[in-house]
């Protein structure tokens, strides 16, 4: 089955600077690969999403790249907000989303 | 609005015990999933339902079952829980069209098992 690896596990970073997260897959007909966010105590929901023909994806300060050969995804955080500070999970889709384990975002003020 | 919901929403229960989780959903999807969460874990899947007459178990289904009483409705038991069943547990729903698979989550059950 996919295998989703997530990094980094914790992510601190200053209000205003950029966060990135990285995720790899294992299963190469994996075709869809969405992220969420899950602020504390609430459940995850979708902020972005990619399939595999589609190599970036920008949604205001949120983007998503994926690398099919070297499968892996990454998302990018531009211009960090404190509501920003949350888990944020990585998927991957070939019948059904496999998830990674992860990143706690700490947007510090 | 159409929307995932979940009873209870936490549970305290003693090894040993039978419990059942409830998920209902007013979106229309036929797919649907049950998730477990623990810290630094992720959400893993226990067991998913594409439709009515579909069951399939997850990566961790061992000591739980589920039944797809209807489209709209999807539980999970734990026959004899034991403490390392203590997590949040969430409901989700996915359409059956298109190649997305985007899932809705219910607000989450927390389980604590003594």
């Known amino acids: 089955g996919e295998n989703v690896e997530q990094h980094p596990s914790t992510l601190s970073v200053q209000e205003g600077d950029s966060a990135v997260i990285k995720c790899t897959y294992s299963d190469s007909a994996s075709n869809y690969f969405p992220w969420y966010k899950q602020e504390l105590g609430k459940r995850p929901q979708l902020i972005i999403d990619?399939?595999?023909?589609?190599g970036e994806k920008k949604d205001q300060r949120i983007a998503v790249t994926l690398n099919k050969t070297a499968k892996h995804f990454s998302l990018h955080i531009t211009e960090t907000q404190p509501e920003d500070s949350a888990v944020y999970f990585c998927a991957a889709n070939d019948y059904k989303l496999s998830f990674g384990a992860g990143t706690t975002v700490t947007v510090r003020a | 609005d159409a929307d995932v919901t979940q009873t209870p929403r936490n549970r305290i229960t003693k090894t040993g015990k039978r419990i059942m989780l409830e998920c209902s959903q007013t979106?229309?999807?036929?797919?649907m999933y049950w998730y477990r969460q623990d810290p630094g874990l992720g959400l893993r899947l226990i067991y998913y339902?594409?439709?009515?007459?579909?069951?399939n178990k997850g990566e961790i289904s061992d000591g739980y079952s589920v039944s797809r009483q209807a489209q709209a409705k999807f539980s999970l038991s734990l026959e004899s829980a034991i403490p390392n069943q203590t997590a949040l547990y969430f409901c989700?729903?996915?359409?059956?069209?298109?190649?997305?698979?985007?899932?809705?989550f219910g607000p989450g059950t927390r389980l604590t098992v003594l």
């Open positions: 339902s594409f439709d009515v007459k579909d069951i």
């Open positions: 990619i399939r595999s023909n589609v």
């Open positions: 979106k229309g999807h036929d797919r």
């Open positions: 989700a729903t996915s359409d059956l069209g298109g190649d997305r698979n985007e899932q809705f």
